[in-house]
């Protein structure tokens, strides 16, 4: 199947710096990506959706200043944590879309705040 | 509009037995179903999935799962589970023609030597 890289696979950072999370397809173009968040035992839950040239459509109480989303080409994506906090802890998971409407996710990015 | 409901948080079986977990789905135009497992730390990785075509749906690992119209229901099932069953386990919908997906809340499996 499809493969979808993102990296890190964690970082730690302290409060009020910047973090960036990248995601590529690495065998497909995907001209649509997609962000999720998940919290501890908890499931997925859509940030926002990437299209790439064009601005990121975000889900309903995400901030879009706080989460940077840029997809520069058919195989990258990349979500940018501005001045990250505590409660922006996190695990962040990117996924890219096949055709046929098949999402192919990435292995995550454990994001931890002090 | 589209949503997943999957009963059970956490379903523990024997090694050998049954799987069963289970997936109703609300939609308000014909659906793509999907089951994604998910280790620790890691990300979702495609079990199998329902695209309109046969019912019972075959996926990896020995996995399937039967599309329900009439129970509006997808659930996923093994006929002998293994230790390495073990993990997180998540139903999803999407519009045919659509980005959104939505997920349940997963059910963790445990499985008991």
């Known amino acids: 199947g499809a493969v979808v890289s993102q990296h890190p696979s964690w970082v730690i950072c302290k409060s009020g710096t910047s973090v960036k999370i990248e995601c590529r397809s690495l065998d497909f173009q995907a001209t649509t990506m997609f962000w999720y968040r998940q919290f501890p035992k908890q499931s997925l839950m859509l940030m926002a959706t990437s299209n790439e040239g064009s601005k990121a459509t975000y889900e309903q109480g995400v901030e879009k200043d706080k989460f940077l989303i840029n997809h520069a080409s058919l195989t990258l994506s990349t979500l940018t944590v501005t001045s990250a906090h505590p409660e922006d802890s996190s695990f962040y998971i990117c996924s890219a879309r096949e055709d046929k409407n098949i999402q192919y996710f990435g292995a995550g990015t454990r994001l931890s705040v002090l | 509009a589209q949503s997943v409901t999957q009963l059970g948080s956490h379903v523990s079986v024997s090694e050998g037995a049954l799987v069963l977990l289970r997936c109703n789905y609300s939609?308000?135009?014909?659906?793509?179903l999907f089951w994604y497992v998910q280790y620790p730390n890691q990300g979702l990785q495609l079990l199998l999935k329902?695209?309109?075509?046969?019912?019972l749906v075959k996926g990896i690992n020995g996995f399937e799962a039967e599309f329900k119209k009439s129970e509006t229901s997808f659930h996923l099932t093994k006929p002998s589970a293994h230790m390495s069953d073990a993990a997180e386990y998540f139903c999803a919908v999407s519009a045919f023609s659509g980005n959104q997906f939505y997920f349940g809340t997963g059910t963790s499996l445990t499985v008991i030597p």
């Open positions: 939609s308000s135009v014909p659906p793509y």
């Open positions: 329902y695209t309109s075509a046969a019912t």
